[in-house]
């Protein structure tokens, strides 16, 4: 069975950083594909930042490119989003999620993922 819980959410200020942390248990991190997403009130869920072990690729969408970073310690069952310049629009509530299919997730798209955490919120005031 497939355990995720996230953590490391908080109020930070623009310009600020944060760091989540997820981890996982029940899979093989390198076969799977892990993703971090966001949905914020009256919003669509979104990826913001997706690993595919097994095709070596590291996605984020040009919301977040330059700013996000996604990484893993596959010893510890881990991922992090590093999150640095922060902004308003980046508030939400920030779920990690894994899938043992990891190709094709170049899109992010939600549905492509099986596995969900309960989600960590991330507020930035302006």
């Known amino acids: 069975e497939v355990h995720i819980v996230e953590s490391g959410g908080g109020l930070v200020q623009a310009g600020g950083s944060l760091r989540l942390s997820c981890v996982i248990s029940?899979?093989?991190?390198?076969?799977?594909?892990i993703g971090w997403f966001r949905q914020a009130p009256g919003k669509e869920r979104e990826g913001v930042a997706c690993?595919?072990?097994?095709?070596?690729?590291?996605y984020y969408p040009d919301s977040v490119k330059g700013r996000f970073t996604m990484s893993s310690d596959d010893a510890k069952n881990t991922v992090y989003l590093q999150m640095n310049n922060q902004k308003p629009e980046d508030t939400a509530l920030y779920y990690c999620?894994?899938?043992?299919?990891?190709?094709?997730?170049?899109?992010?798209?939600?549905?492509?993922?099986?596995?969900w955490g309960q989600g960590t919120q991330v507020t930035v005031s302006s």
């Open positions: 690993i595919s072990h097994g095709e070596g690729g590291k």
């Open positions: 999620a894994a899938d043992p299919d990891d190709t094709n997730i170049e899109s992010m798209a939600p549905r492509l993922f099986a596995d």
């Open positions: 029940g899979i093989s991190f390198d076969t799977y594909a």
